[in-house]
DNA sequence: CCAAAAGTGTTGACTGTACACCCATGT
DNA sequence: ACATGGGTGTACAGTCAACACTTTTGG
């Protein structure tokens, strides 16, 4: 703390981050194993204490890259969790992050301290630490809803990508079956995405157009009156 | 702290609520004069620091109660703004809460402490303290998304009201003319208020129908595939 | 030629939008 | 009787939802 406060009162602050990506089919969260008590060998979400004049998403990507090796993420902020008990040792809020990343481009470190970064399938959690299942099913809801008025299934897609696999992302997501044809209308009339007119190959099917984002930056769409 | 935290850094964390009105048709913020520096005599939002052991929320209700007598609202988080610099005294977080009042019903106390809470059309702003400015845009979008899913209309307004009272109070937010047919019909088929078949007297013109709200609980409308 | 997934259109239902006049009341 | 805002319906356009067959490739 730079300066005092007269009767205020400090408390402690960390970050908590949601990493969400599909891999087999399956919606995924990145966890640790915790080297440390409280909830030692438990998993969690990866997070960590703030340092001293450290912005939140900073100690988030920090935290990220030290305890997982992940970087390079867009993080955006998802809640301020601070439900007094959340954390044995006193009253530590947290801010939690969430981001959507791409399997393929994400190496997991094997980091020498154990925390062996794994993602799980979102349906078969382990017991957590904390409040973190709580985090968890807040960032799913919130998941849903970008994928919903958002461009932002590309973050869990590669560069090119075929409009069945774009599909499977929303089927996941969603946790629903949806009409092949009128998802591909739909999806291509936002234009969002464009054909590489490139295809997949080295597969015994027909192969698929690759199709790629426009955007890589959030868009929203509208709706309402 | 009720514990010690090896080498974790305390930090600071205050609450700043923004609660939004409509008031002569205009949208509206409550702010309170700061008593004391930084920023003393300028214009803020109603906050403070957390104490022991306090929920974000809990102190947000209080300090909205001791500031400017506004008690009884439902506050909803809105983010955490953590930039540096934000406060001149040091490192201090800041987590946002908002709701929605409806001004027949919010008598503001004046406090001897000369914190006079005072309704700002929010498109006449004063100078204002720390980055209150930008929370406060921040919860405007935030409330037009409600506005647009929810049926948050209902905390802006009295418990019965007519539909040109909703629609203005939909006007004012979006900031766009609607057609009243048009609103009427797609209000209605939303199933979120009912006739009281009760109607508005003592005015010059045909007495308007009072409707109100069937459900006061938050219901959200749904969208995509 | 078979298996597997890719790709493609039409129809009917529903929803959104644009638009103008008569009605009930107080003065 | 008039001024004021309240209240109402229709038609056209656009979007959504349901539905099945042909195409391309590798083996």
Redesign the pocket.
């Known amino acids: 703390m730079t300066k005092l406060f007269k009767p205020y009162y400090p408390i402690a602050a960390t970050v908590d981050v949601v990493i969400f990506t599909i891999e087999e089919d399956e919606l995924k969260v990145l966890l640790i194993k915790r080297a440390n008590d409280p909830h030692k060998n438990r998993w969690a979400l990866p997070g960590g204490f703030l340092s001293q004049n450290e912005p939140t998403k900073n100690a988030a990507l920090r935290i990220l890259k030290d305890k997982t090796g992940v970087k390079d993420v867009y993080l955006e902020q998802l809640y301020t969790f601070d439900t007094l008990g959340r954390d044995p040792r006193g009253h530590i809020i947290t801010i939690s992050y969430f981001a959507l990343v791409n399997p393929d481009a994400t190496r997991l470190q094997k980091i020498e301290d154990l925390q062996t970064p794994t993602f799980f399938n979102i349906k078969k959690l382990p017991r957590l630490a904390f409040d973190h299942k709580t985090i968890i099913e807040y960032a799913k809801k919130r998941l849903a809803y970008k994928l919903e008025y958002t461009n932002a299934a590309f973050s869990l897609l590669p560069k090119k990508f075929?409009?069945?696999?774009l599909q499977n992302v929303y089927e996941i997501i969603l946790d629903k079956k949806i009409?092949?044809?009128?998802f591909?209308?739909?999806y291509l009339?936002l234009d969002f995405i464009k054909p590489t007119h490139e295809?997949?190959?080295?597969?015994?099917?027909?192969?698929?157009?690759l199709y790629s984002f426009i955007n890589k930056k959030p868009i929203e769409i509208q709706?309402?009156?």
């Open positions: 075929t409009l069945t696999q009409d092949k044809r009128n591909r209308k739909k009339s295809k997949l190959k080295g597969i015994k099917q027909r192969p698929a157009e709706r309402f009156f």
